[in-house]
């Protein structure tokens, strides 16, 4: 979706390196996510940001940080990278509707190898 | 706690037949659901969500899926299989008393021709 951009788009770096993975996105949505994908093991939630004051922890957040620089722009970095980081990122937006829950839109994806 | 499974790695189907793709849940709440597809090198596309109401929802590209309460099931559906289905389809459960989504582990869709 060209709504939500990802930086870089595939990116190899080596074990111990600082790497960030930048989001933007321009559908105007309070809501942002991080993601990753694994082969056999869907995706699972990295962080996730209801306002630019807010930040969560998702399900998998230890390894990573993440920086709500702007409504629109959502940073995933990784302090030191590993090998079993290695995976695909991605990045979501969603808007906020009370009492009800708005799907997410993606971004399209960094591929990230860790050597 | 909320959860969800696809219990199919791969669905294998011949173009023009009918094509179901299989997603069970387990939340504490209402569950809200959702199907999206993944095509090669692509971002996750949205196809469809239930939230309250009609147990028959349908989306888009000709899918539909069922809501299915007592059987804890949210299976997604199209009559008529084209080649251009093939991809990798992800359920997904929210629910009520939660904020985030939980995904399965996604279903690889083959039409052939």
């Known amino acids: 979706d060209a709504d939500v951009t990802q930086t870089p788009r595939n990116r190899i770096t080596k074990t111990g390196k600082r790497i960030m993975l930048e989001c933007s996105q321009t559908k105007g949505h309070d809501r942002m996510y991080w993601y990753r994908q694994d082969p056999g093991l869907g995706l699972r939630l990295i962080y996730y940001?209801?306002?630019?004051?807010?930040?969560n922890k998702g399900e998998i957040s230890d390894g990573y940080s993440v920086s709500r620089q702007a409504q629109a722009k959502f940073s995933l970095s990784l302090e030191s990278a590993i090998p079993n980081q290695t995976a695909l990122y991605f990045c979501?937006?969603?808007?906020?509707?009370?009492?009800?829950?708005?799907?997410?839109?993606f971004g399209p994806g960094t591929r990230l190898t860790v050597l | 706690a909320q959860s969800v499974a696809q219990p199919e790695d791969q669905v294998n189907v011949a173009e023009g037949n009918p094509l179901t793709v299989k997603c069970t849940y387990s939340?504490?709440?209402?569950?809200?659901l959702f199907w999206y597809v993944q095509y090669p090198n692509r971002g996750l596309q949205f196809l469809l969500k239930?939230?309250?109401?009609?147990?028959l929802v349908k989306g888009s590209y000709g899918f539909e899926a069922e809501f299915n309460k007592s059987q804890t099931s949210f299976h997604l559906k199209k009559p008529s299989a084209l080649v251009s289905d093939s991809a990798l389809y992800f359920c997904?459960?929210?629910?009520?008393?939660?904020?985030?989504?939980?995904f399965g582990k996604g279903t690889m869709l083959l039409v052939s021709p």
């Open positions: 979501a937006t969603s808007a906020a509707t009370t009492g009800s829950y708005n799907e997410q839109f």
């Open positions: 239930y939230i309250t109401g009609d147990n």
């Open positions: 940001s209801f306002d630019v004051k807010d930040i």
């Open positions: 997904a459960v929210r629910d009520s008393g939660y904020s985030t989504l939980t």
């Open positions: 939340v504490s709440g209402n569950p809200y």
